[in-house]
């Protein structure tokens, strides 16, 4: 199935970067794509936790399994921060990776898992106007599908590492699917997971 990982906003990078397991994200073995905005969101203040962590990871990774890739929405905001410093980030992470979204469905791709903050999950508006084949996971989601897989032993482990930064709204785990077809929520490792 060709499909993509979509980092949709700074909060999984963050909790994933202070629990020390960023490379979880590269076990479902799908193409992990950063808009360059949550990039941004993330790294523009080096000093907050796991910024630097998630920089060099980056580093690391980039041309293989990770890619940042560029959008409108990022080189929009980079123009109205010049004119005016003050400029809202808010819900530009989630634009970004709509673009993304789009352009990757447009090239032919069968879906993707799109990667949420636990706690933005259900509030925000971005989950109405998906496309079919989309799957939409909070962070802890996420990781107790890799547990379940066994691909990784203890997603709650990583989830309290994240606590003393993150909060413990973490903890909660959301899936949402888009379209027809069979309910892969509970099951989508399987569905991804290379044979």
Request: no cysteine; glycine share 6%; proline share 6%.
């Amino acid at each position: 199935m060709n499909l993509s990982l979509i980092v949709t906003d700074a909060g999984p990078l963050v909790t994933l970067a202070v629990a020390e397991s960023l490379d979880t994200l590269l076990l479902p073995r799908l193409p992990v794509i950063i808009p360059d905005m949550v990039r941004f969101e993330v790294t523009r203040h080096a000093d907050k936790p796991g910024a630097k962590a998630l920089l060099d990871w980056i580093r690391r990774h980039t041309g293989k399994e990770v890619r940042v890739d560029s959008t409108e929405t990022f080189e929009e905001f980079v123009l109205l921060s010049r004119m005016d410093p003050s400029a809202r980030i808010r819900n530009r992470g989630e634009q970004a990776a709509a673009e993304i979204l789009s352009r990757e469905l447009a090239q032919g791709h069968a879906g993707a898992l799109l990667l949420f903050e636990d706690s933005d999950i259900r509030k925000t508006s971005f989950l109405i106007r998906l496309p079919d084949q989309v799957l939409v996971l909070s962070t802890s989601a996420f990781l107790l599908g890799l547990q379940k897989a066994g691909l990784i032993p203890d997603a709650q482990a990583i989830l309290a590492r994240a606590v003393p930064v993150r909060g413990s709204a973490i903890h909660k785990p959301v899936a949402t699917q888009t379209g027809e077809g069979p309910d892969i929520r509970d099951e989508w490792v399987s569905y991804v997971k290379p044979s």
